[in-house]
């Protein structure tokens, strides 16, 4: 009479839990649906069973498993999610670790995130995309950013663009800092020249300010380079050249390519533009731009800029080599002068 007693006793030491779960254990590894529907009949009855919740993430997710159409997996797969979170919340450690159940977790991430993948571009399930979408991110950590994101074609657009000039600034940035420029050194001051007289080729004026001249070199160089063309370098005897002239027109106070010289305080022509380049500069030179009335490289530039055929002259094709002056005479008519000039060797 004891023994029978001990064996009508023992099932009802298991909590309801365990036995529920199996219950439903037993029935599923014979028939999923009858478990499926056992599992809802219990969980509408009692919600805080965790068990019932696990066996219907099971069978939705077999579901999904067995058709390989992305349209029909979603619905199935956020349905598992849904029982699967449902299940999380509600059991203890232990019936967790009975089940496996992180290892199962993140199976069913991954099936989501493939069916997220097949869902993505097809634009005529974009509802089932971002149903799915919203579900998992909010179940599962750390989504991939590249599957739940959604790029607008025409942004995704704008986006390339503003990477690619993103990308071409840092070329030009990368180029720009390699370029090797060379100031002539030994440079003396313009009051040791006789500006009356033909230029002998060996003059070597300091600059008013080299750092505007550079900064003129600079602003050039951004553009070209915007522009696909090769970045120009300062050659000393080039910026020899443009420093004279644009110190004789300031001292001699006129405003022309050609030199003049003042003598009896009429000006005549002292030496073409392209053979005072030579006089300095050996090979020659193949453009020359003149400017006057700016105090900084931003104005001469504009100036240039916007004229069509000292623009040429900047974005010339040929052009490696470049000279740049800017000089200051308190006395002249324009005060500040600015010559630029180039060679193609």
Same mark, same amino acid.
């Given at each position: 009479?004891?023994?029978?007693?001990?064996?009508?006793?023992?099932?009802?030491?298991?909590? =309801?839990?365990?036995?529920?779960?199996?219950?439903? !254990?037993?029935?599923?590894? =014979? !028939?999923?649906?009858?478990?499926?529907?056992?599992?809802?009949?219990?969980? %509408?009855?009692?919600?805080?069973?965790?068990?019932?919740?696990?066996?219907?993430?099971?069978?939705?997710?077999?579901? /999904?498993?067995?058709? &390989?159409?992305?349209?029909?997996?979603?619905?199935?797969?956020?349905?598992?999610?849904?029982?699967?979170?449902?299940?999380?919340?509600? %059991?203890?450690?232990?019936?967790?670790?009975?089940?496996?159940?992180?290892?199962?977790?993140?199976?069913?991430?991954?099936?989501?995130?493939?069916?997220?993948?097949?869902?993505?571009?097809?634009?005529?399930?974009?509802?089932?995309?971002?149903?799915?979408?919203?579900?998992?991110?909010?179940?599962?950590?750390?989504?991939?950013?590249?599957?739940? #994101?959604?790029?607008?074609?025409?942004?995704? /657009?704008?986006?390339?663009?503003?990477?690619?000039?993103?990308?071409?600034?840092?070329?030009?940035?990368?180029?720009? /800092?390699?370029?090797?420029?060379?100031?002539?050194?030994? %440079?003396?001051?313009?009051?040791?020249?006789?500006?009356?007289?033909?230029? #002998?080729?060996?003059?070597?004026?300091?600059?008013?300010?080299? /750092?505007?001249?550079?900064?003129?070199?600079?602003?050039?160089?951004?553009?070209?380079?915007?522009?696909?063309?090769?970045?120009?370098?300062?050659?000393?005897?080039?910026?020899?050249?443009?420093?004279?002239?644009?110190?004789?027109?300031?001292?001699?106070?006129?405003?022309?390519?050609?030199?003049?010289?003042?003598?009896?305080?009429?000006?005549?022509?002292?030496?073409?533009?392209?053979?005072?380049?030579?006089?300095?500069?050996?090979?020659?030179?193949?453009?020359? !731009?003149?400017? %006057?009335?700016?105090?900084?490289?931003?104005?001469?530039?504009?100036?240039?800029?916007?004229?069509?055929? &000292?623009?040429?002259?900047?974005?010339?094709?040929?052009?490696?080599?470049?000279?740049?002056?800017?000089?200051?005479?308190?006395?002249?008519?324009?005060?500040?002068?600015?010559?630029?000039?180039?060679?193609?060797?």
């Amino acid at each position: 009479m004891k023994v029978t007693m001990i064996l009508l006793i023992i099932p009802f030491l298991l909590s =309801k839990e365990e036995r529920t779960f199996k219950k439903l !254990n037993k029935v599923y590894e =014979k !028939n999923t649906e009858k478990a499926f529907v056992l599992a809802k009949k219990i969980s %509408a009855k009692d919600k805080t069973l965790a068990s019932p919740y696990y066996f219907q993430f099971l069978v939705y997710q077999k579901k /999904a498993d067995k058709t &390989h159409i992305a349209k029909e997996q979603a619905p199935l797969l956020i349905n598992a999610i849904t029982m699967c979170g449902a299940f999380e919340k509600r %059991a203890g450690e232990s019936l967790l670790a009975t089940t496996d159940f992180e290892s199962k977790k993140s199976t069913l991430k991954e099936k989501v995130i493939s069916c997220l993948k097949l869902l993505k571009n097809d634009t005529k399930n974009k509802s089932k995309f971002k149903k799915l979408r919203d579900k998992s991110v909010e179940f599962f950590s750390d989504m991939p950013q590249d599957v739940v #994101t959604i790029i607008d074609p025409k942004k995704e /657009a704008e986006e390339k663009v503003k990477l690619a000039a993103i990308e071409k600034e840092k070329n030009i940035e990368n180029q720009l /800092a390699n370029l090797k420029h060379e100031f002539p050194s030994k %440079a003396i001051d313009s009051k040791q020249i006789n500006f009356s007289k033909k230029p #002998t080729g060996s003059e070597n004026l300091a600059s008013f300010n080299e /750092a505007e001249e550079l900064k003129m070199i600079d602003i050039l160089n951004r553009a070209r380079l915007e522009k696909n063309l090769q970045p120009l370098t300062i050659d000393p005897d080039l910026v020899r050249v443009a420093r004279y002239h644009a110190m004789d027109m300031a001292k001699e106070n006129y405003f022309s390519h050609e030199s003049q010289n003042k003598v009896k305080n009429k000006l005549t022509k002292s030496v073409e533009t392209f053979e005072r380049i030579k006089l300095f500069y050996q090979t020659g030179g193949n453009s020359e !731009n003149i400017h %006057a009335g700016s105090a900084d490289a931003e104005g001469a530039y504009e100036a240039w800029f916007n004229s069509p055929g &000292h623009y040429d002259n900047l974005f010339s094709e040929t052009s490696q080599k470049v000279g740049i002056g800017f000089m200051y005479d308190v006395n002249s008519e324009n005060k500040y002068y600015w010559v630029f000039c180039t060679s193609t060797n």
